[in-house]
């Protein structure tokens, strides 16, 4: 079956431009998550939805960063006025409550990320 | 100090010789660890879990918890040059608003060497 998507898998914008990142998951999977990881970096938390509520917005580094979902369907983050130092690649995860331990956190599956470049 | 820390490496193997990935953790109400493996240019992709102490073995893979001292290891056995990789381990503190967040090391870059 699809696994998780992501567009574009690549983008290039200059400096003080907005951009937006697409994520489409698996279908049921009521749970999404993006994470950002920086070049040589693990990745880093950025944003949590259940549904189309994001209860954790707590990793967005800044108001620049916004991020909705539609139902349990396609997430879309935004960045405003891009900087150099977005630069980095955007992965998108999407999980379920997994059988046996009912944990989201077991069964998250990443798509293959959006590489952004700021000029 | 970071939340979730990894050797830095790289490492290096031999073919056929046991990896040892190591990482640890500050936060004592984590209740989940996870060990990905990332090949350059690719999304993470989950190797396994663990919650209890002691050892998980799968196939060639065993993850080891040490709640204790809020260590959690990856050892691969006969290693293999297709083992090459970033691995990542990651943890999830349960409860809270954010079911599944996880928090992630550094990475560690495997080589395995012919």
């Known amino acids: 079956g699809a696994g998780v998507s992501q567009s574009p898998s690549n983008k290039v914008t200059e400096k003080g431009k907005d951009v937006e990142l697409r994520c489409d998951p698996i279908?049921?999977?009521?749970?999404l998550y993006w994470y950002r990881q920086r070049l040589g970096q693990g990745l880093e938390f950025l944003i949590y939805?259940?549904?189309?509520?994001?209860?954790?917005k707590s990793g967005l580094p800044s108001d620049r960063f916004s991020a909705e979902r539609t139902g349990e369907s396609v997430s879309t983050l935004t960045i405003q006025r891009t900087q150099q130092e977005d630069s980095a690649v955007y992965l998108c995860a999407s999980s379920f409550p997994s059988p046996t331990s009912g944990s989201f956190a077991d069964t998250q599956y990443f798509g293959p990320g959006t590489r952004l470049t700021v000029l | 100090q970071k939340e979730v820390e990894q050797n830095s490496g790289p490492l290096s193997v031999p073919e056929g010789a046991i990896a040892s990935l190591n990482c640890t953790y500050s936060?004592?109400?984590?209740?989940?660890f996870f060990w990905y493996r990332q090949y350059s240019g690719k999304s993470p992709e989950l190797i396994m879990f663990?919650?209890?102490?002691g050892d998980k073995e799968d196939g060639r893979f065993t993850a080891q918890l040490n709640k204790a001292s809020q260590y959690v290891s990856l050892l691969i056995r006969d290693s293999q040059p297709s083992d090459s990789a970033t691995y990542l381990c990651a943890v999830n503190i349960a409860g809270g608003t954010s079911y599944g967040k996880l928090t992630f090391g550094q990475g560690t870059i495997l080589t395995v060497h012919p």
């Open positions: 936060d004592r109400g984590s209740q989940s």
């Open positions: 279908s049921g999977h009521t749970a």
């Open positions: 939805f259940q549904g189309n509520s994001a209860p954790d």
């Open positions: 663990i919650y209890s102490n």
